[in-house]
């Protein structure tokens, strides 16, 4: 085996229609209020986890949930996943406090997150 590891899927992002509705049904089923509460985006951090909602699906036009697996080295873990067969979806983008994400899809076109934070 070859390449960095993974640290695991930490973070997983909802597409939802409704996020004042689904707000209300996360925070009751993770037990704590969001911790980022914006018109573009609410993120809980519950067990370890981040859950976050994307309304409409996003920028990105999410239509399904998407793990992201934390990486210590987000363009190495790229050139290994992509030289393995998968296909860069949205390339490595800064999306705020060094943070950087990514997402591909593999053979059957299922979309997995890459996540590097600084």
């Known amino acids: 085996m070859t ?5 695991g899927i930490k973070t997983v992002l909802h597409p939802v229609s409704d996020l004042a509705a689904a707000k209300a049904v996360y925070t009751a089923l993770l037990g704590v209020p969001p911790q980022a509460d914006e018109s573009y985006y609410v993120g809980f951090e519950a067990g370890g986890q981040h859950i976050g909602l ?7 036009g999410m239509t399904a949930p998407v ?3 934390h990486v210590p080295d987000i363009a190495a873990k ?3 996943v992509t030289a ?3 296909t860069v ?12 994400v990514a997402t591909v899809t593999d053979p059957d076109g299922n979309v997995l997150g890459l996540l590097q934070d600084s």
């Open 54 to 60: 994307v309304p409409g699906g996003g920028p990105q």
């Open 3 to 7: 390449g960095s590891s993974t640290q």
């Open 89 to 100: 979806k949205e390339p490595a983008h800064d999306v705020g406090g060094g943070r950087l």
């Open 67 to 69: 793990a992201y697996w």
């Open 84 to 86: 393995a067969g998968a």
């Open 78 to 80: 790229l050139a290994e």
